[in-house]
Protein backbone atom coordinates (compact mmCIF):
# COMPACT_ATOMS: atom_id res chain seq x y z
CA UNK A 1 0.00 0.00 0.00
CA UNK A 2 1.34 3.67 -0.75
CA UNK A 3 1.95 5.76 2.09
CA UNK A 4 -0.27 9.41 1.40
CA UNK A 5 3.16 10.79 2.11
CA UNK A 6 5.02 9.56 -0.81
CA UNK A 7 4.64 10.45 -4.32
CA UNK A 8 3.06 8.33 -6.82
CA UNK A 9 5.06 7.55 -10.16
CA UNK A 10 3.38 8.47 -12.94
CA UNK A 11 2.31 11.84 -15.41
CA UNK A 12 0.13 14.26 -14.17
CA UNK A 13 -2.53 15.70 -17.00
CA UNK A 14 -0.49 18.82 -17.46
CA UNK A 15 2.37 16.80 -18.31
CA UNK A 16 0.70 14.16 -20.77
CA UNK A 17 -1.12 17.02 -22.36
CA UNK A 18 2.28 19.05 -23.24
CA UNK A 19 3.93 15.23 -24.65
CA UNK A 20 0.81 14.90 -26.52
CA UNK A 21 0.72 18.45 -27.78
CA UNK A 22 5.09 17.84 -28.30
CA UNK A 23 3.83 14.92 -30.36
CA UNK A 24 1.67 16.49 -32.87
CA UNK A 25 3.71 19.41 -33.37
CA UNK A 26 6.41 16.81 -34.42
CA UNK A 27 4.12 14.63 -36.76
CA UNK A 28 2.92 17.54 -38.61
CA UNK A 29 6.47 18.35 -39.38
CA UNK A 30 8.12 15.28 -40.63
CA UNK A 31 4.88 13.52 -42.57
CA UNK A 32 5.42 16.12 -45.64
CA UNK A 33 8.83 15.61 -45.28
CA UNK A 34 7.74 11.80 -45.27
CA UNK A 35 5.68 12.13 -48.46
CA UNK A 36 8.35 13.42 -50.36
CA UNK A 37 10.91 11.74 -49.80
CA UNK A 38 8.75 8.80 -50.66
CA UNK A 39 7.50 11.00 -54.31
CA UNK A 40 11.33 11.23 -54.99
CA UNK A 41 11.85 7.70 -54.02
CA UNK A 42 9.55 6.70 -56.59
CA UNK A 43 11.00 9.05 -59.51
CA UNK A 44 14.49 7.56 -58.61
CA UNK A 45 12.93 3.81 -58.71
CA UNK A 46 11.04 4.56 -61.97
CA UNK A 47 14.64 6.38 -63.58
CA UNK A 48 16.43 3.01 -62.63
CA UNK A 49 13.58 1.17 -63.94
CA UNK A 50 13.83 2.24 -67.93
CA UNK A 51 17.82 2.77 -67.73
CA UNK A 52 17.69 -0.62 -66.85
CA UNK A 53 15.35 -1.57 -70.04
CA UNK A 54 17.51 0.52 -72.66
CA UNK A 55 20.77 -1.32 -70.98
CA UNK A 56 18.79 -4.71 -71.08
CA UNK A 57 17.60 -4.19 -74.83
CA UNK A 58 21.09 -3.04 -75.90
CA UNK A 59 22.96 -6.15 -73.71
CA UNK A 60 20.39 -8.15 -75.89
CA UNK A 61 20.85 -6.64 -79.30
CA UNK A 62 24.88 -7.60 -78.87
CA UNK A 63 24.46 -11.08 -77.28
CA UNK A 64 21.54 -11.74 -79.89
CA UNK A 65 23.79 -10.33 -82.60
CA UNK A 66 20.43 -9.26 -83.67
CA UNK A 67 18.15 -5.65 -83.93
CA UNK A 68 16.66 -5.41 -80.28
CA UNK A 69 13.96 -2.80 -80.06
CA UNK A 70 12.23 -1.19 -76.79
CA UNK A 71 8.65 0.40 -76.97
CA UNK A 72 5.42 2.05 -75.22
CA UNK A 73 3.55 -0.22 -74.66
CA UNK A 74 -0.21 0.06 -72.90
CA UNK A 75 -0.58 -3.71 -73.19
CA UNK A 76 2.51 -5.69 -72.43
CA UNK A 77 2.33 -7.48 -76.17
CA UNK A 78 2.22 -4.28 -78.33
CA UNK A 79 3.77 -1.28 -79.18
CA UNK A 80 1.37 1.68 -78.77
CA UNK A 81 2.98 4.16 -81.14
CA UNK A 82 3.12 6.66 -78.79
CA UNK A 83 5.72 9.28 -76.91
CA UNK A 84 3.70 8.83 -74.29
CA UNK A 85 5.80 6.09 -72.07
CA UNK A 86 3.53 6.09 -68.93
CA UNK A 87 1.67 2.83 -69.71
CA UNK A 88 4.70 0.89 -69.97
CA UNK A 89 7.13 -1.00 -72.27
CA UNK A 90 8.21 -3.87 -73.94
CA UNK A 91 11.80 -5.61 -75.22
CA UNK A 92 11.43 -7.60 -78.30
CA UNK A 93 14.35 -9.21 -80.79
CA UNK A 94 13.20 -6.80 -83.81
CA UNK A 95 14.06 -9.45 -86.79
CA UNK A 96 12.98 -7.03 -90.01
CA UNK A 97 13.70 -3.96 -87.84
CA UNK A 98 10.03 -2.02 -87.83
CA UNK A 99 9.85 -0.83 -84.30
CA UNK A 100 6.47 -3.08 -84.20
CA UNK A 101 6.33 -6.44 -82.35
CA UNK A 102 5.27 -8.79 -85.46
CA UNK A 103 5.71 -12.17 -87.47
CA UNK A 104 8.80 -14.06 -85.97
CA UNK A 105 9.95 -10.96 -83.63
CA UNK A 106 10.42 -12.49 -79.85
CA UNK A 107 9.01 -10.56 -76.72
CA UNK A 108 12.52 -10.56 -74.27
CA UNK A 109 10.57 -8.44 -71.41
CA UNK A 110 7.45 -6.08 -69.88
CA UNK A 111 7.91 -3.51 -67.43
CA UNK A 112 4.69 -2.35 -66.32
CA UNK A 113 3.35 1.75 -65.61
CA UNK A 114 4.81 3.92 -64.28
CA UNK A 115 2.02 4.37 -61.66
CA UNK A 116 1.05 7.95 -61.63
CA UNK A 117 4.15 9.41 -63.05
CA UNK A 118 4.86 11.47 -66.43
CA UNK A 119 7.05 9.50 -68.92
CA UNK A 120 7.38 11.31 -72.43
CA UNK A 121 10.41 10.60 -74.97
CA UNK A 122 10.59 13.99 -77.01
CA UNK A 123 10.48 12.58 -80.46
CA UNK A 124 10.08 8.46 -80.65
CA UNK A 125 7.95 5.39 -80.14
CA UNK A 126 10.67 3.33 -80.23
CA UNK A 127 13.94 2.98 -79.37
CA UNK A 128 15.76 -0.10 -81.71
CA UNK A 129 19.57 -1.26 -80.76
CA UNK A 130 21.44 -2.45 -83.81
CA UNK A 131 23.38 -5.82 -83.66
CA UNK A 132 25.85 -3.89 -82.72
CA UNK A 133 24.56 -2.28 -80.04
CA UNK A 134 24.31 1.12 -81.75
CA UNK A 135 20.98 2.95 -81.14
CA UNK A 136 19.20 4.25 -84.31
CA UNK A 137 19.11 7.83 -83.39
CA UNK A 138 19.90 10.07 -79.77
CA UNK A 139 17.06 10.55 -77.89
CA UNK A 140 15.66 12.45 -74.48
CA UNK A 141 13.03 11.27 -72.43
CA UNK A 142 11.70 13.00 -68.92
CA UNK A 143 10.07 11.81 -66.13
CA UNK A 144 8.49 14.06 -63.39
CA UNK A 145 5.25 13.26 -60.58
CA UNK A 146 2.53 15.41 -61.29
CA UNK A 147 2.42 18.68 -59.06
CA UNK A 148 6.56 18.43 -59.28
CA UNK A 149 8.30 21.45 -58.03
CA UNK A 150 11.84 22.31 -58.16
CA UNK A 151 14.93 19.75 -59.54
CA UNK A 152 13.15 16.84 -58.78
CA UNK A 153 12.06 16.04 -62.60
CA UNK A 154 14.48 13.48 -64.26
CA UNK A 155 15.75 13.65 -68.67
CA UNK A 156 17.40 10.39 -69.66
CA UNK A 157 19.62 10.81 -72.16
CA UNK A 158 20.63 8.13 -74.63
CA UNK A 159 23.50 9.16 -76.77
CA UNK A 160 24.69 8.11 -79.89
CA UNK A 161 26.89 5.35 -78.98
CA UNK A 162 24.12 4.25 -77.03
CA UNK A 163 24.98 5.39 -73.15
CA UNK A 164 22.78 6.32 -71.19
CA UNK A 165 23.01 9.33 -68.84
CA UNK A 166 20.44 10.41 -66.24
CA UNK A 167 20.35 14.47 -65.13
CA UNK A 168 17.96 16.20 -62.65
CA UNK A 169 16.72 18.79 -64.23
CA UNK A 170 13.66 21.57 -63.30
CA UNK A 171 9.87 20.67 -63.46
Not at 25 to 37: H, T, V
Not at 84 to 113: E, H, M, R, Y
Not at 141 to 157: E, V, Y
Request: charged residues 15%; glycine residues 8%; proline residues 4%.
Amino acid sequence: MISPTKNAGGFTIIELMFAITLLAILLAIGIPSYNEIINNNRVTAQNNELVTALQYTRSEALRKARPTTLCASADGATCSAVTNWATGWISFSDLNGDGTLNGADVLLQVWPSTNGLTLTSTTRTFVRYSSSGMPSGTETFSLKKPGCSGNKARRIDIGTTGRVSTTKVAC
